[in-house]
């Protein structure tokens, strides 16, 4: 909620041994953050208290009960929502836990919750082992399917967007073989639909160009390489078109992003993860930041994982954090 002045974001800790509370000590020391929102950081105190020794903070923890609480929180203190009690074994550094893979499960439903409540204008996630949580019984392939199921919809779609390029996808977290299967008039058209609207919010367009990619090399190249562009792509582009969206394609994939990055398109929707998250995180690797479009609330995220062989050394970067906090805080606007 923001009706008293800055936003509260939640901020959920990701999984307690990889970077997340390290990074999220690093973002909360800009003074920016300040400035911009509330953080209420929801998560583990003894994961958090590692990370303040690793990173050299002299940041301070203030434990709160309720989400409204994070407000009176003073300067130079981390509002912190503890959800686990983690000992020392449940998150040694780089090795994922059945314990904290189920305390990760918490923070996300616990935020999300908040989120629909109204208690927060929005949520930040930080990276997560879905190793982890799987073997704590929660069985999702990630942030995005997780918070679609808390959130009652169907009608979501995972996007990552740094300052050049923004880019959604058809299908997500699939095996590859099974994309073809899964790349449906349907599931394109609402992904068009979902992607149009979620960036008109972002930029404040009202109609954004987005560029459509074709599944196969060379736009299926008249049928040689597969049927995908003249049977699905191409018809669920043209009615996307005849709803007022102005889309292109199927547009090559091996040439598109070359466009794309002068500014050409202000978003793509690609058919699959590594066809538009490649080039995605070429450019953005370290400020890229994550958006679940379609969801009644808020959410960003980082566009990286857990990145274990960093965990502990306090050398993490919080750029995408930092970007994923500004955007929430934007979206809420």
Do not use: W
């Amino acid at each position: 909620m923001n009706i008293y002045g800055k936003p509260v974001i939640a901020i959920t800790m990701g999984d307690p041994s990889g970077i997340g509370p390290e990074i999220i000590v690093k973002a909360l020391q800009s003074s920016e953050i300040a400035e911009i929102c509330t953080p209420l950081v929801i998560g583990d105190r003894l994961a958090l208290v590692r990370a303040l020794v690793v990173c050299g903070s002299a940041l301070k923890i203030h434990e709160i009960a309720v989400a409204a609480d994070a407000r009176a929180v003073p300067n130079g203190h981390i509002p912190l929502l503890a959800l686990s009690h983690l000992t020392g074994s449940d998150m040694l550094y780089a090795a994922p836990t059945v314990a904290a893979g189920d305390a990760v499960y918490r923070y996300i439903c616990a935020a999300a919750h908040l989120c629909l409540d109204g208690e927060v204008a929005a949520m930040v996630t930080a990276p997560i082992s879905k190793e982890a949580m799987h073997r704590a019984g929660h069985d999702y392939p990630g942030h995005t399917e997780l918070l679609a199921e808390l959130c009652g919809t169907d009608d979501f779609v995972m996007m990552l967007a740094g300052d050049i390029l923004r880019v959604s996808l058809v299908t997500i977290h699939e095996a590859l073989s099974d994309i073809p299967r899964l790349v449906t008039f349907e599931q394109v058209l609402k992904t068009i639909r979902i992607t149009a609207e979620g960036i008109a919010r972002l930029t404040g367009k009202g109609s954004p160009k987005l560029a459509v990619l074709a599944l196969n090399p060379h736009c299926g190249e008249g049928g040689k390489f597969g049927t995908e562009e003249t049977e699905i792509i191409a018809p669920a582009v043209e009615a996307a078109r005849r709803e007022g969206i102005d889309a292109a394609g199927p547009l090559s994939a091996d040439t598109l992003f070359h466009f794309a990055q002068q500014g050409e398109y202000d978003g793509v929707v690609a058919m699959y993860h590594d066809q538009g998250l490649i080039p995605l995180k070429m450019l953005h690797f370290d400020d890229g930041v994550n958006i679940t479009l379609g969801l009644p609330i808020v959410r960003t995220s980082v566009d990286h994982g857990t990145a274990y062989n960093l965990a502990g050394t306090g050398k993490a970067s919080a750029k995408s954090l930092l970007a994923a906090i500004r955007m929430a805080v934007g979206m809420t606007r």
